[in-house]
T-cell receptor, first 110, second 110 residues
């Protein structure tokens, strides 16, 4: 019963570097999400995927790209990291009555 | 999310006292989630409400969705140090997104 698994848990990047955050769920959920959490701002939706093969922008998509590789996996890519992208990132999956979250990735861009 | 307003932003309560957090939506809610988060950790699902007037309880935490389905309240009875953390409400607006409020930070003083 892994639920939602995110990797890595911590990452430090230099400005301009790229990286991909990985997310996988084993609950056969159709919907998956990527959020960022900053102090005092709650969870802000970056991108979401309502089903395999579809992705849509959320509130704060600039500087990010996503891929819904299959029903299980939804990755978030930073092509050219900026200090403003320093944050805690959460992946989630959802099917009606409950949304499950990963443990988060703490990303620092220096 | 600008569509969800949580109040208060933070509160300090004496151990043993009750507290209430509100979550107000600018549009009709198809589902309202409550989560708790310890600082630096993932989100713990508390409960989900879907029907107007619905009320659910888990241990000393009770949440209610009003009849018009645009506001929810979370009430903690006889607070304990274990209730400290950030409480987040999340909304299903029937658009595949899952939007969150900015959160309420609860401090419980012994």
């Amino acid at each position: 019963n892994a639920g939602v698994t995110q990797t890595p848990k911590f990452q430090v990047l230099k400005t301009g570097q790229s990286m991909t955050l990985q997310c996988a769920q084993d609950m056969n959920h159709n919907s998956m999400y990527w959020y960022r959490q900053d102090p005092g701002m709650g969870l802000r939706l970056i991108y979401y995927s309502a089903s395999e093969g579809t992705t849509d922008k959320g509130e704060v998509p600039n500087g990010y790209n996503v891929s819904r590789l299959n029903k299980r996996e939804f990755s978030l890519r930073l092509e050219s990291a900026a200090p403003s992208q320093t944050s805690v990132y959460f992946c989630a999956s959802n099917r009606q009555a409950e949304a499950f979250f990963g443990q988060g990735t703490r990303l620092t861009v220096v | 999310s600008q569509e969800l307003e949580q109040s208060p932003q933070s509160l300090i309560v004496q151990e043993g006292k009750n507290l209430t957090i509100n979550c107000t939506s600018s549009k009709t809610l198809y589902g309202l989630y409550w989560y708790k988060q310890k600082y630096g950790e993932g989100l713990i699902f508390l409960m989900m409400l879907q029907k107007g007037g619905e009320e659910k309880s888990h241990e000393k935490i009770t949440a209610k969705l009003d009849e018009k389905k645009q506001q929810s309240s979370l009430h903690i009875t006889a607070s304990q140090p274990s209730h400290a953390g950030i409480y987040l409400c999340g909304a299903d607006f029937n658009d595949y997104k899952l939007s969150f409020g900015a959160g309420t930070t609860v401090t419980v003083r012994a």
